[in-house]
Structure formats: structure tokens, C-alpha cells
């Protein structure tokens, strides 16, 4: 069965509509997405190496990332997502983004957590997620400059690092 997105308008309004994955949908049509990024105590970012038959396969990413699907609120996809990626439950009731990246079709929720789990503890979904381990911003952004990871700006990257302890994060 194909997972279905709500379509948002341009300010960000849900349509009415929904488009399964891999369609086009209504000109116009936005869709949203998270991104959790997990920082520990050493002000390392947990990273995940994606599968190699995923999209950007065999890259590494930050730690957790997804389609908000349909009927779900970006606060739903980031417990969700983290939970089935990584195997971390995180209350997100009380959350917002820290901040929201526009792109070309639609809107990117980036929630930004500040826990220390062990790796050994992390349940690896094994359809998306080869491995999973701590990097700093320098390896991050050197591992960028090689093309092994997602090609996020690092001016992106580096902002994470800063924001990290502002605004109200979830500190776990």
C-alpha cells in the first residue's frame, strides 16, 4: 500500500487533498517533512549511514528524517519516525520546531534534541538504516566535502550546532 501525504497550500494550509508517494499531485501541492537531529552532552550530532537501496543510499544523514503522512501533524511524524528509525520514544506534544527549512515543494520541520543514549541501545530500522554513530560538526562537514553525506548547506549543519541549546528544545 503506498503512503499518502496531506497536500498543504503555500502558507502552509492543509488542501483537503492527499498524494501518494511517488506522485505528482495538484500544481502547487506542498508537503511536509521533519528532520530530528540528536545532540549528546559532547556536543556531537547522532548521524545514520541510509540503506544502500534507499534514496541517497549508503550517505549519511542526520539522525532521523521522514515524510509527515497523511492525518499526521509534524510533532506525530517526528515521534513517529524516530521511534521506527532509531528506536527512540520521545513525547513531542509539548514541542515545536526548532525552525523550518522552505523548499521547492514544501516545508521541512527540523527538531532539535538534546540526549545522551548509548549506541548500543538504538534499534536500527534495517529497511532504511545501515548504521548510526556521533559526529562532530567538523567530521560532519568533512564528510560533506567527500559526497558521504547528504548534501545539506553547511552553513545548514553548522546553524544546527549553534541552535542546539537556544529557543525550547526538548533536552531528554
Known amino acids: 500500500m503506498k503512503e499518502h501525504w496531506d497536500a498543504y497550500d503555500i502558507d502552509r494550509n492543509l488542501t483537503g487533498r492527499t498524494v501518494a508517494r511517488g506522485e505528482k499531485g495538484e500544481p502547487g501541492d506542498m508537503h511536509l517533512v521533519i528532520h530530528v537531529c540528536i545532540f549528546n552532552s559532547k556536543g556531537e550530532m547522532l548521524i545514520q549511514q541510509r540503506q544502500p537501496w534507499k534514496s541517497w543510499g549508503e550517505y549519511w544523514d542526520v539522525s532521523v528524517g521522514g515524510s509527515v503522512i497523511a492525518g499526521e501533524t509534524s510533532r506525530d511524524a517526528a515521534h513517529r519516525e524516530l521511534l521506527e528509525e532509531v528506536g527512540i520514544d520521545v513525547d513531542f506534544s509539548n514541542a515545536r520546531p526548532h525552525f523550518t527549512v522552505n523548499f521547492e515543494k514544501g516545508f521541512d520541520d527540523f527538531y532539535l534534541l538534546n540526549m545522551d543514549t548509548e549506541l548500543s ?52
Do not use: C, Y
Open 121 to 172: 541501545s538504538l534499534r536500527l530500522q534495517p529497511e532504511e538504516v545501515k548504521d548510526a554513530r556521533w559526529a562532530s560538526e567538523a567530521e560532519i562537514l568533512s564528510l560533506i566535502d567527500e559526497g558521504k553525506f547528504i548534501p545539506f548547506f553547511k552553513t545548514l549543519i553548522s546553524h544546527m550546532f549553534a541552535a542546539r541549546n537556544k529557543f525550547d528544545g526538548l533536552n531528554i
